[in-house]
């Protein structure tokens, strides 16, 4: 079974819009990260969370906003889209003081 | 800053041929070097990672030594398979603030 659950695992969405990214792990882990991977970037570092508090922030756009509502999530929240939006996202996760990041399966973006 | 250099964009080999991926890294220190695959349709996932000078990772008949006299971290294996196909990412974790720092990624084809 998955340890993170990312969903949807695919979406589609029009400029302008908005949508919200679900993530969910049972690792029982407290820090959680987003990152993003396209064919410009291959593997882009976005968000850090530690006990649901925002540790670090590598995006530069304030239209990427991870909300965490409980320990095990941390969804990400992308308002006004724009076509170069369109990526896939992955969460992670990992231990308390540790370095080795598990990830989810990713949600693909398509921005039209 | 540090960083993580792999020079191959893309490897193609045969069935049992030999494989070498170049990790060469910059970060001061003793930093923790990692190496991650990532098969079609997932995100990276650990393949093993190393923390001191001269110490071998190794998982799935893949391995790789620290060297901090050359900054390599390069990932060898002596007979690929099919199933073999993936992007091998090197990273490195210099600090305890979570963040990895990411190679470019290395496309492993292997032919028919």
């Known amino acids: 079974d998955p340890k993170i659950i990312q969903k949807p695992k695919y979406l589609v969405a029009v400029t302008g819009s908005e949508k919200i990214l679900i993530c969910e792990q049972y690792?029982?882990?407290?820090?959680m990260y987003w990152y993003r991977q396209s064919a410009k970037k291959p593997l882009e570092f976005m968000f850090s969370?530690?006990?649901?508090?925002?540790?670090d922030n590598q995006t530069a756009s304030s239209r990427f906003q991870p909300q965490s509502s409980k320990k095990n999530h941390l969804d990400l929240q992308i308002t006004a889209l724009k076509p170069d939006d369109s990526a896939t996202y992955f969460c992670?996760?990992?231990?308390?003081?540790?370095?080795?990041?598990?990830f989810g399966a990713g949600t693909r973006l398509s921005v039209l | 800053g540090d960083s993580v250099t792999q020079t191959e964009g893309q490897v193609a080999l045969s069935e049992e041929d030999f494989l070498t991926i170049h990790c060469n890294y910059s970060?001061?220190?003793?930093?923790?070097l990692f190496w991650y695959v990532q098969y079609p349709g997932e995100g990276p996932q650990l393949l093993f990672r190393?923390?001191?000078d001269k110490e071998k990772g190794s998982s799935r008949g893949f391995e790789a030594t620290y060297d901090k006299g050359t900054t390599s971290f390069h990932l060898r294996k002596a007979s690929v398979q099919e199933s073999d196909s993936a992007v091998y990412y090197c990273?490195?974790?210099?600090?305890?603030?979570?963040?990895?720092?990411w190679g470019s990624g290395t496309k492993l084809i292997i032919k028919p």
């Open positions: 992670a996760s990992s231990p308390t003081g540790g370095n080795t990041l598990y």
């Open positions: 690792l029982g882990h407290n820090a």
């Open positions: 969370y530690s006990y649901q508090k925002l540790m």
């Open positions: 970060a001061s220190g003793y930093p923790t």
């Open positions: 190393a923390s001191r």
């Open positions: 990273a490195l974790s210099s600090d305890s603030n979570y963040q990895l720092i």
